[in-house]
């Protein structure tokens, strides 16, 4: 295919966007794996989507015109033959074969006329439908809810003689799921899967797609789990996403004997949810005929009494465009459960600087003695109940069920017997072990076989039934004993002492402490991996029920392979994607990728020269020596000094400063220290002070008072100063444009804990299978990559101006891993006047500049 010159585009684009469709267009026509680079505020969500839609609809053409040519230069071939005199023999064997490939060629032709012709008929049935058939389409959906009402009569009528049979484990090998039993096969067309972290992060892009130029020629669905697009209101009250899926997986399954389930099958029964399968067809035309984000395919799939989960999948077959959710991609269950095929596609995944943290921290599962404790007491209770009704199979399998659960409590240095506030008495250390010495405790056990025993059995969502409808004080595991005197004193003195970031997310997630069968049989899925590519970390609690269990996934890659492998092309794109080794010897080598595949790709910013200054000051106003590492970090005399360069800079500074400070028990000593000796007091008179809220429920309010106190400054103040922490809920994916971030402020370099068991195990773990300084070069990445992400939030488009400032004389050393657009105007200032100077001009200038465009 020829170079382009030309990509249509919803404005003149800039020259780094021209450059950056050209390479993605030419990264995905050559099957290549590539790595790209744009600043935040550059266009990129719009670059990829005029790049990589061009490309494709180039593609699509392209291979009808192929066929089309390749059926000419056959039909002349063969009709040459007949006019030609040569042996008869040679000329029938010729033709034959001339004209099994022709029908091969034909076929596939066919196919695509054939695909295109239904998707066209479920659009022209969807605009039929509302523009001539609305009051037969109301009836429909009106027999439906009478249908729904009537059905769930009959099921309150039923409910108490069906709880026993519901309860109990069924001992049968299940048929597919619903979905599977009418698939159509339907011509698979070449597709984009494009990929985000967030939902919010997919909207923003469905936004900028009705943008572009090809909001009408293209056809595009969002992926996304039951949790987002269930409309049964039984279903999705269960809130826990492992219990909604098997609860509608349950919903779909007949109520008969083994004998009885082909018939069934043939006759395509209903099933016990009332939105499948609805007019799927109808819903389905709706999101081909326009792009629509998650709430509006919900919002419509309500009107209509249909299943949106269900009738997204089956949009994926007629779509171009495939938005999904980081996990539904990266994580090979989901992926397959979603319908998701990526083989021969083209995989986009954006906001990537991340990803391989991502993938880390989405196969990692933490698990409690309490939630061992929990099952187990669970367990026996609901095998005690039912044990005369399973079947002989089914009491093995539980048995070996709670068998590896005491082994677990075991290594935790507990029993079955013990309470979650009991001492450990067994004096126990942090430890990391092998994949392989954890399966040696359980080796009695295959544990791929009760895995699959608790998939089949449905186990999960039974018990969860079993502890709602018979002993709600199942769901916490009290018990009566008390402790008084010393031993009640002492206790609580050693849970205060805990400080666990890991342990305070356990126990503030209420699902996984009413329904702990869930966080176990995801840990028993961990113990499926490789030896060599993760650890089991021990961390001892002051009790039992504190005490911690957590897999660590040290090999990234070993969950990219499929991908890799099957995918025509993968883009990875971000801000900020240095240092891109990283993502070369990580991830696509090691997952398996050859060298020569790998393509990179890097811009500079939009912004002019003048619109950005980054300062290093390794001094403060009195002339101290800024280094934040760990063993200064109570050093009064450091701490007063960084509270003078505050009061200094928000003095010059106007509008928005963002200080971001290495960790949550950093920013907690700097701001009591500053508001102890009276620098806050003093810093109120200039700015509105705010910090990062811990909870995220809270960080809107925060930015909306943030932002209030900088477009409306009271009494002497100037604007907003805001602390937060780096790699915290404000350092990504938020915009402090224009007057909200004037200014920001890095302290200190965010290093990970060095004495961390499991960063040195990561370290490890890559000197041995990546290169030999390939886990320093991680430490220090670890810390750089948090800076930039920080660093990025500055600037947001073109006539955005800032200022970055940072505060310690180790980022002298620190300047060749900085984004490029910020080393172009990099100081680094010994003395602070020096910077103070530079910074009162660089802000007197934009006030000039502003009041001259205001007098015209």
Known sequence: ??????????????????????????????????????????????????????????????????????????????????????????VQSQQIELNNKRQILQTKLNNIFQYEQRKNTLKEITRNIYNKKKNSCNKNINSIKKKDETDNSIDKNNKNENI??????????????????????????????????????????????????????????????RQNYCINKNVKKLKHLNLINECCLQLQRKKTTVKDEKDLKRRKTTTNCPFIPGNQDLLLGEILIQIQDIEEIVQKGENLKTCTYYTSRKAIPYSQLILVPYNSILHKNTRVSSGINLKGNVLIIDEAHNLLEAIEKMHSVVITGKNLLHCYNQLCQYQKRFQNLFSAKNVLSLSQLNFCLRKLLTILGATTKSNPDDFINVKISPKLYKIEEIMTEIDTV????????????????????????????????????????????????????????????????????????????????????CSTDGRISVIPG?????????????????????????????????????????????????????????????????????????????????????????????NTKLLDELGRTLLNL??????????????????????????????????????????????????????EEYS???????????????????????????????????????VGMPYPNIKSLELQEKMKYLNENIKPDAGQNFYEN???????????????????????????????????????????????????????????????????????????
């Open 542 to 634: 002051p009790t039992v029920g504190q005490s911690i269990m957590k897999f660590l996934l040290l090999n990234p890659a070993v969950h990219f392979h499929d991908i890799v492998r099957d995918a025509r092309a993968v883009i990875l794109a971000g801000g900020t994607m240095a240092p891109m080794n990283e993502f070369i010897e990580q991830l696509f080598i090691a997952a398996g990728a050859a060298p020569e595949r790998i393509v990179t790709f890097s811009c500079d910013h939009v912004i002019p020269k003048e619109n950005i200054i980054c300062n290093i000051i390794t001094h403060g106003p009195t002339g101290i020596e800024f280094e934040f590492n760990f063993q200064n970090r109570e």
């Open 1 to 90: 295919m020829q170079s382009i010159e030309e990509f249509p585009f919803p404005f003149s684009p800039y020259l780094i966007q021209n450059q950056f469709m050209k390479e993605l267009y030419k990264c995905l026509e050559n099957a290549k794996l590539g790595i790209f680079e744009s600043p935040t505020g550059t266009g990129k969500s719009m670059s990829i989507i005029c790049g990589a839609l061009k490309w494709l609809l180039d593609y699509e053409k392209q291979q009808r015109n192929q066929l089309t040519t390749a059926i000419s230069e056959l039909d002349e071939q063969i009709k040459q033959y007949n006019d030609s005199s040569i042996n008869w023999f040679f």
């Open 446 to 529: 295959n544990i791929f076989e009760l895995l699959k025993f608790i998939k089949n059995s449905q186990l999960c969502h039974k018990l969860q039934q079993f502890i709602e409808q018979y002993d709600t004080n199942l769901k916490i595991h009290n018990y009566n004993t008390k402790t008084c005197g010393i031993k009640q004193f002492l206790n609580s003195i050693k849970t205060k002492d805990i400080e666990s970031d890991v342990m305070t997310n356990i126990e503030s997630n209420e699902e996984q402490l009413n329904n702990p069968i869930i966080a176990i049989v995801n840990f028993l899925e961990c113990l499926q991996n």
């Open 708 to 746: 209030f106190y900088i477009k409306q400054p009271q009494n002497s103040q100037n604007g907003s100063l805001l602390f937060s922490v780096v790699g915290g809920k404000l350092s990504e994916g938020l915009n402090f444009s224009d007057d909200l971030g004037r200014c920001i402020i890095v």
């Open 782 to 856: 670890s810390c750089m990559k948090a800076v930039n992400q920080c660093i990025g939030r500055a600037i947001r488009h073109i006539n955005d101006y800032s200022t970055v400032i940072l505060l310690d004389k180790r980022y002298i050393h620190k300047t060749k891993v900085l984004p490029h657009w910020i080393q172009r105007t990099l100081m680094i200032h010994k003395t602070f006047g020096s910077m103070i100077g530079i910074l009162a001009k660089f802000f007197n200038k934009k006030k000039i500049n502003f009041d001259k465009k205001n007098d015209k």
């Open 164 to 225: 026993e049979e519901e309860l109990l484990l069924e001992d049968m090998e299940y048929l597919e799921n619903f979905e599977d039993e009418d698939k159509e096969e339907v011509y698979e067309n070449i597709k984009i899967f494009f990929c985000s972290r967030t939902h919010s992060q997919l909207s923003q892009f469905i936004g900028e797609l009705k943008k572009s130029p090809y909001s009408k020629n293209v056809s595009v669905v969002t992926l996304t789990s």
């Open 650 to 703: 928000s003095n010059i500074i106007p509008a928005g400063i963002v200080v971001f400070l290495p960790s949550y028990n950093f920013e907690e000593l700097v701001y009591k220290h500053l508001e102890k000796s009276g620098i806050i007091a003093k810093l109120s008179l200039k700015k509105h002070i705010l910090r990062e809220p811990k909870l995220a429920s809270q960080v809107n309010k925060i930015l």
